[in-house]
């Protein structure tokens, strides 16, 4: 594995209680339409960093927008979460590369799709962790 490793959204919770740092790297769309993690009750606001643009065009500024908003701080931890778990690993590989502790968030904000195509098994809003849904 070439980042720290996988977790469920709700190890990811534990660990932004114990001060790691949210990055969500889905698009803008989807925190305006969707919702986002609601990171409130921990220490940190999660950061909003597009690996992808609509279209899947990838985003090249992603590592130095992340280097701008990421605390310079040794032994931060990022947890990187986009809507079923995909690009967050490629976007958890990069920044392990720069230099970043990375992990990534299973199953995602949204989760798997259900036989009816509905995200509604898993993901971070499934598992009732806290959103602000449609709204960023």
């Not at 701008?68 to 967050?88: K, M, N, T, V, Y």
């Not at 989760?111 to 709204?135: A, M, Q, Y």
Request: charged share 25%; proline share 7%.
């Amino acid at each position: 594995m070439s980042y720290a490793g996988d977790l469920t959204p709700q190890e990811a919770w534990a660990k932004l209680e114990q001060g790691a740092i949210l990055v969500d790297v889905r698009t803008e769309g989807e925190w305006a339409h969707i919702g986002i993690p609601d990171t409130k009750a921990t220490d940190n606001d999660p950061l909003f960093i597009p690996w992808t643009f609509p279209g899947g065009i990838p985003n090249p500024d992603f590592l130095s927008d992340l280097r701008q908003q990421a605390p310079e701080d040794d032994g931060a931890e990022l947890l990187f979460i986009c809507r079923s778990g995909q690009r967050s690993i490629a976007a958890a590989i990069a920044a392990t590369q720069a230099g970043f502790i990375s992990f990534n968030v299973l199953e995602g904000f949204e989760g798997e799709p259900d036989r009816f195509g509905e995200r509604t098994v898993n993901g971070w809003k499934n598992r009732g962790l806290p959103t602000n849904l449609g709204s960023r």
